[in-house]
């Protein structure tokens, strides 16, 4: 199965921003986690990071020609307030998608416990820490 891993704004900080949050696990190590999972499941992956919402935006809509059939999503803060992201998941209906958040969203700050786009995806993973995109990808690939 094909898969694209997207990672949403800050995610490239992973053990640098918060890490009593998010771990001390740098994004490299997310990427080879990511990676080595997928292949030892016999799929292949790509991961996207981008802090830009158009660019994430342009990399769902990217995924609908290029075969992917499967979407991990870590958002970021863009959970709580882009109708844009959710609008390009909605808009590639025939692609699985799963939502995951390292943290449990809904256990912390007000404004961090609403999720926009996860209405757009066919599950939420979240509060699992970095094994939650294993997780993710096993619920897609299933």
Known sequence: MKLLV?????LNFLGIREPEVYGKEDYASLVKMIERH????????TVFQSNHEGAIIDRIQEAYRDGTEGIVINPGAYTHTSYAIHDALKSVAAIRKAEVHISD????????????T???????????????????MDYLTA
């Open 38 to 45: 997928a292949a030892e499941q016999g799929h292949s992956v």
């Open 6 to 10: 997207i990672n949403g704004p800050n």
């Open 105 to 116: 969203i809904s256990a912390r700050e007000p404004f961090r416990k609403e999720s926009v």
């Open 118 to 136: 996860a209405a757009a995806c066919d599950t939420m993973i979240a509060g699992k820490g970095l094994a939650g995109y294993l997780e993710a």
